[in-house]
């Protein structure tokens, strides 16, 4: 039975129109970087709402972030868009999830790639920093479509500084063409080398292994095409392989 716990609203950060965070404290139990909780609001119907969303902040930081979109007709974001510091909110009091270091084999070339909210899981693994040694190379990818949507690009860059020639980042916009950014779709962006070619950084079945997370869409299409042109197969825990995935609904 899920157990719900009251956390304490510290602040929204509205980063676009479209897109915040919001960060607040909880005593949860602690929880594996990649994973995510629950959180819950009553409507104006008194009707309870829950979704699940990453935790963005490392597990050692006892502010808790998550990454939204609002759904201007949604049911639950807007709700929470609408809250105020001080305000409450039930989140769950244990995470959830198998999107973490853990289930990855160890490697050359760590591939992390994300469309929109979903950088989030790779932010709390970056942050936290454990378990990364085993992994010559990592690659952040951050796809989005436009440039006002990398609201975390700075914290990134933070990222960057620590880790200095051990952690690429390449940003992808997808409506509008900017100056230093790949544009398109992360799958065609592999079927014709651009990805590789601007990172100078190859992906392969004998050294890589690619952490998908985000819209379904690009999950299964570039699990498709890493698939054909690499013979890359997905990664289980009894059986393990090149891809790990998570899919963001929201």
Request: aromatic letters at 12%; a positive charge; one cysteine or more.
């Amino acid at each position: 039975m899920t157990e719900w716990i009251s956390g304490n609203v510290i602040k929204i950060k509205n980063w676009t129109e479209k897109l915040f965070s919001i960060v607040l404290n909880a005593p949860i139990s602690p929880f594996i970087a990649g994973q995510f909780a629950k959180l819950k609001l009553k409507n104006s119907k008194n009707m309870s709402i829950q979704r699940a969303y990453s935790y963005v902040n490392a597990p050692n930081n006892k502010n808790l972030e998550f990454y939204l979109v609002e759904a201007k007709s949604g049911k639950f974001s807007p709700l929470l868009r609408a809250l105020k510091p001080g305000e409450n909110i039930l989140i769950t009091k244990y995470a959830s999830g198998s999107f973490t270091l853990e289930t990855v084999p160890s490697c050359k070339n760590l591939w992390m790639i994300a469309t929109g909210t979903a950088i989030g899981p790779y932010l709390s693994i970056l942050q936290y920093g454990k378990n990364l040694k085993r992994f010559e190379n990592i690659i952040l990818v951050h796809a989005v479509r436009f440039y006002q949507d990398l609201s975390y690009l700075k914290k990134i860059m933070q990222l960057k500084e620590i880790y200095k020639q051990k952690l690429f980042f390449q940003k992808i916009i997808s409506r509008e063409k900017v100056f230093n950014t790949l544009y398109g779709r992360i799958p065609e962006l592999i079927i014709n080398g651009k990805l590789e070619d601007s990172l100078n950084v190859e992906i392969n079945s004998q050294n890589s292994h690619v952490m998908l997370c985000g819209n379904p869409n690009m999950v299964r299409d570039t699990y498709e095409c890493l698939n054909k042109k690499y013979s890359m197969i997905k990664n289980y825990q009894k059986s393990p392989g090149h891809i790990t995935s998570e899919l963001y609904w929201k």
